[in-house]
T-cell receptor, first 114, second 113 residues
Framework: QKEVEQNSGPLSVPEGAIASLNCTYS??????FFWYRQYSGKSPELIMS????GDKEDGRFTAQLNKASQYVSLLIRDSQPSDSATYLC??????????????FGQGTILTVHP | ETGVTQTPRHLVMGMTNKKSLKCEQH?????MYWYKQSAKKPLELMFV???????ENNSVPSRFSPECPNSSHLFLHLHTLQPEDSALYLC????????????FGEGSRLTVL
């Protein structure tokens, strides 16, 4: 089982729609969760972090965390073509020998078409 | 300059060459990282340095040799690489080790012939 699993996509949504990106993780000691955006040919850029169960909103982005289900998601409202990128889910372990180790998923390719 | 800068941006080397990748961060961070990004694979952590001391070596082959002379600079020395080492090598920094809030450089695209 992969430590951090994402559907690689591609996920295609029309402009103005809600894009929903999902991520599951295997290690229950994971404490912190992050979403990075990577445009083609560019480096990853942190866009959201979430540390406790529930929703966290930042502009058009909402991160959702459910630790019981080991599930984290990213919703993008009013999707724009400029949101087209690969979205990487990352999980930070908080204990044992893996203290502070950030593990990335494979990424989901999102395409927003006009 | 600001952020995290990496040089060179592109590198082509033969299997017997020796080359180095350089990373410099201007953010005042204490931790620096090397990641490898290959097509269709997740980002792979290679090395972590905290206050210029290596805190993690993620079972990386010895043909990759990191060096961190101070908290602002990080090098990756390469020698006798294999074609499968061709990838994008990303440097990142964070305020401290143990945070998931990383700032990445633009990467060095390495091709091994």
């Amino acid at each position: 089982q992969k430590e951090v699993e994402q559907n690689s996509g591609p996920l295609s949504v029309p402009e103005g729609a809600i894009a929903s990106l999902n991520c599951t993780y295997s290690d229950r000691v994971s404490q912190s969760f992050f979403w990075y955006r990577q445009y083609s040919g560019k480096s990853p850029e942190l866009i959201m972090s979430i540390y406790s169960n529930g929703d966290k909103e930042d502009g058009r982005f909402t991160a959702q965390l459910n630790k019981a289900s080991q599930y984290v998601s990213l919703l993008i409202r009013d999707s724009q073509p400029s949101d087209s990128a690969t979205y990487l889910c990352a999980v930070l372990k908080g204990g044992g020998t893996s203290y502070g180790k950030l593990t990335f998923g494979q990424g989901t390719i999102l395409t927003v078409h006009p | 300059e600001t952020g995290v800068t990496q040089t060179p941006r592109h590198l082509v080397m033969g299997m017997t060459n020796k080359k180095s990748l350089k990373c410099e961060q201007h953010l005042g961070h204490n931790a620096m990282y090397w990641y490898k990004q290959s097509a269709k694979k997740p980002l792979e952590l290679m090395f972590v340095y905290n206050f210029k001391e290596q805190t993690e070596n993620n079972s990386v082959p010895s043909r990759f040799s990191p060096e961190c002379p101070n908290s602002s600079h990080l090098f990756l020395h390469l020698h006798t690489l294999q074609p499968e080492d061709s990838a994008l090598y990303l440097c990142a920094s964070s305020q401290n080790r143990g945070t998931g809030e990383l700032f990445f450089g633009e990467g060095s695209r390495l091709t091994v012939l």
